[in-house]
C-alpha cells in the first residue's frame, strides 16, 4: 500500500503541553499508531503511513487538541480517551465537580461547603456577593467559574478589577506606566489566572482583550455585554463606586463580587460600601450571596489560627470600647 506524508501544524497550543514531559504523551500516542511513523518537528508533526490511517489519526489528534485547548488539561487517560473510536471533543470530563482543568495537571474544584455554595448559585444567578475571610477561596473559585464559562463559551471574555485603594488612588510616585504601576495591585488575580490557563494562551487572551485586568476606575461609562466580570477587593470600594460597577451590567454578563469587611483600606471603613449594597440587594431575584468563614480557608493551617487571633482582638477592643462609652462621667 501507498505511504502518505503529512504534516499536521499545531496551531494556538504549546506543542511540549500536548507531547507531555519528556514527551510521554507523544510516546504514548506513537504506541497507539504503531504503523505510523510520527515524527515531532517543533509545532507540527509529520506523520507518515497508510492514507486511511493518516487520515483516522489526523481526526484522532485534532480531538486531542480540541480537548486541550477546551480544558487546558491532559493526563494518560484522557489521550487513551481522546484516541478511541467514537470520542467527541465535546464530552465533558467524567468528574463532575471540577471546575477547570489547570497548568501541570493541576484539578481546580470547590473545596468547601461555602465554596460549592457559591458553584450551586451560580448556577441560578446573574450576579453574586462572597464575602469572607483572606485565604477562603472567594476569589480563587469566582476566577475558576470564569475560566470556565470562557472554556464553555458561555461567554466572550473575562475581566477582573479591584479598587488601586491601597496606592490612595495616586500612583504617580510609582516608577514605570500605568501598567506598571497598578499590576502589584492586580497580581493575585494574575496568579490565580496563570494556574488555569496555560502562559502563551493567557498571553494571547490579553493581548487580544478576552482576558482584561483592571483597576475598577476604568470600568466608569462601559457597557459589559457577553462578560464574565469579576470585582475583587470590594470592601474598598464605596457604595457609589460598587453602584457604579453593577450597573455596568450588559447582555448575558454574569458578575460576581468578593471581598473581606475586616480588611478595609479606606480612610473612613464606614465609607466602604460592600455591606450596604448587599443589604439594599438583599432578596432581589437573580442576585446571590455567600457568606464564607474561618472554616472555608484552604491556605496554610496557620491562616486560620492567625485569622482567628485577630478576631478575637478585635472582639476584645470593641468590648472595651463599650464599657468606656457606658462608664458614667464625673
Known amino acids: ?68 485547548t477546551k ?32 497548568n501541570n495537571g493541576m484539578v481546580v474544584r470547590a473545596r468547601t461547603p461555602n465554596q460549592q455554595r457559591l458553584v450551586e448559585l451560580y448556577e441560578k444567578n446573574d450576579l453574586l456577593f462572597a464575602v469572607g475571610p483572606a485565604g477562603s477561596g472567594k476569589t480563587y473559585t469566582a ?76 470600568m466608569r461609562g462601559r457597557t459589559l455585554d457577553q462578560a464574565f466580570v469579576i470585582l475583587d477587593e470590594a470592601q474598598n470600594t464605596t457604595l457609589s463606586q460598587i453602584k457604579m460597577f453593577l450597573t455596568r451590567m450588559g447582555r448575558n454578563a454574569r458578575f460576581i463580587v468578593t471581598g473581606d469587611v475586616t480588611q478595609i483600606d479606606l480612610p473612613r471603613k464606614s465609607d466602604s460600601g460592600l455591606t450596604r449594597a448587599m443589604q439594599i440587594l438583599q432578596g432581589v431575584k437573580g442576585i446571590g450571596q455567600v457568606t464564607f468563614d474561618k472554616s472555608d480557608i484552604v491556605r496554610h493551617e496557620l491562616v486560620k489560627q492567625i485569622v482567628e487571633a485577630f478576631d478575637k482582638d478585635a472582639e476584645r477592643h470593641e468590648l472595651e470600647r463599650k464599657l468606656i462609652e457606658q462608664k458614667p462621667n464625673k
Open 143 to 218: 476566577i475558576a467559574l470564569a475560566v470556565r464559562a470562557l472554556k464553555e463559551k458561555e461567554v466572550r471574555r473575562i475581566i477582573l478589577t479591584r479598587p488601586a485603594v491601597e496606592a490612595g488612588e495616586k500612583l504617580g510616585f510609582l516608577p514605570g506606566d500605568m501598567k506598571e504601576k497598578l499590576d502589584p495591585y492586580l497580581q493575585p488575580l494574575y496568579d490565580a489566572l496563570n494556574d488555569m490557563i496555560p502562559p502563551l494562551k493567557l498571553q494571547k487572551y490579553i493581548e487580544e482583550g478576552t482576558v482584561q485586568i483592571a483597576p475598577l476606575a476604568y
Open 1 to 68: 500500500m501507498t505511504e502518505q506524508g503529512k504534516e499536521i501544524v499545531i496551531d494556538g497550543v504549546d506543542p511540549r503541553e500536548l507531547y507531555g514531559a519528556q514527551g510521554v504523551y507523544l510516546d504514548q500516542i506513537r504506541g497507539l499508531f504503531p504503523e505510523l511513523k510520527i515524527l515531532a518537528r517543533g509545532s507540527s508533526l509529520k506523520v507518515l503511513g497508510a492514507p486511511n490511517e493518516v487520515a483516522r489519526f489526523e481526526k484522532r489528534f485534532e480531538g486531542l487538541v480540541a480537548y486541550y
Open 71 to 102: 480544558y487546558g488539561h491532559l493526563s494518560s487517560q484522557v489521550v487513551d480517551q481522546c484516541f478511541a473510536e467514537g470520542y467527541s471533543a465535546s464530552e465533558r470530563p467524567m468528574d463532575k465537580d471540577v471546575l477547570v482543568y489547570g
